[in-house]
């Protein structure tokens, strides 16, 4: 008996594969897998009712802490963000697909499949893992991308084979969503001169409508790890608590042309209210705490760090190398930063280390513990070789 084991969200895509993967592939048992990574619940309820209804075996496998602790804290070391917004679905593909393949292995499959087309991302997320993991082990299958169906062409089959999905060609946007981050693309978003409709938005208030009075949140680190927000220390709950209190704010709305790793421009819509205000506070106390020279090359750093993981690279070498430095620069990472929330703007308003290099002796113009006449001959010397280049001219 033949048996592939499905990557599952419960969305159209995945869903159509179900039936493509007998009807397509000839296989006598597809048994889907559900990574729990902070979506809702209630998605998480109707994926497992799509799957028995539709699927021979299904399996649920709740990984959210290990996620947040894991993935989510990296990335805020990191802080990994790519043109312009916090990483969060690339974050949680090689988890999803960690999972996939433990469950591959304990039913003895003769094939993993997933539901990624040829347009986007996460097929080189899925895939590079496998690939690297299970090597030969296992046939490799994405039936969107090799029968090259269109979302339209989906929505049809669904509906001939009795498929539910959870979208219409009227309703046709594509969401993806984790504790970290919300994605939302398709429909009248791939027309990039129009502005996003508000329904489009769930976990943020539009700034106009956003309270007027502002919210300042603590925020404590240790090592560049958040340890607690307004005293809730547990990692699952300080990303729930932001992401509610700076949804609430209007915080954490990103609309932006992306450029994917296959090459095609996209019109994406982000929403990561949390993954905003944590890095936008953990910055603020990386500029405390290193010295210019570890601020610039951390940057260089960690812009690689979130290449590596956009592209779906999360076991390159190159990664471990990378966080090797991170974690070194992360050691004196450790304070309090407080942020005030207000009409979709996270402003710093304080931050303090014990291992602060701010010295208020030193920059004070009411001290004399600076000695300005000491300035003068850095002074002189300063620019000396231009002055010689411009004297040669």
Known sequence: MSRVVLAYSGGLDTSVCIELLRERYGYDEVITVTGYVGQPEEEVKEAERKARKLADE??????LEEFVTEYCWRAVKANAEYEGYPLSTALARPL?????????????????AHGCTGKGNDQYRFEAYLRAHAGDEFEILAPIRELNLTRDEEIEYAREHGI??????????????NLWGRSIEGGELEDPTREPPEEVFEWTRSPEEAPDEPKVVEIEFEEGVPVSADGREDPVEIVRYLNETAGEHGVGRIDIIEDRVVG????????????????????????????????????????LWSELVY?????????????????????HVTGTVRVKLHKGR???????????????????????????RVAEGAVRLHGLQERLALRRR
């Open 311 to 331: 592209q779906g690279l999360w076991f390159d070498p190159l990664r471990e190398h990378l966080e090797a430095f991170i974690d070194s620069t992360q050691r």
């Open 164 to 177: 539910p999905v959870p979208v219409d060609a009227d309703s046709p946007y594509s969401i993806d969503e």
């Open 346 to 372: 996270v402003q710093v308003v304080s931050r303090e280390s014990p291992h602060s290099l701010y010295d208020e002796r030193l920059i004070s113009y009411e001290e004399k513990e600076f000695d300005q």
């Open 96 to 112: 999803l697909a960690e999972k996939v393949l433990e469950v591959a292995r304990e039913v003895d499959a003769d094939a993993i």
């Open 58 to 63: 299904h399996r649920t496998i709740d990984c």
């Open 264 to 303: 095609l421009k996209s019109r994406e819509v982000y929403e990561a209210p949390a993954a905003v205000t944590l890095l936008e506070a953990h910055r603020a106390l990386e500029a405390l705490t290193l010295t210019r020279r570890e601020l610039a090359l951390k940057d260089r750093m960690d812009d």
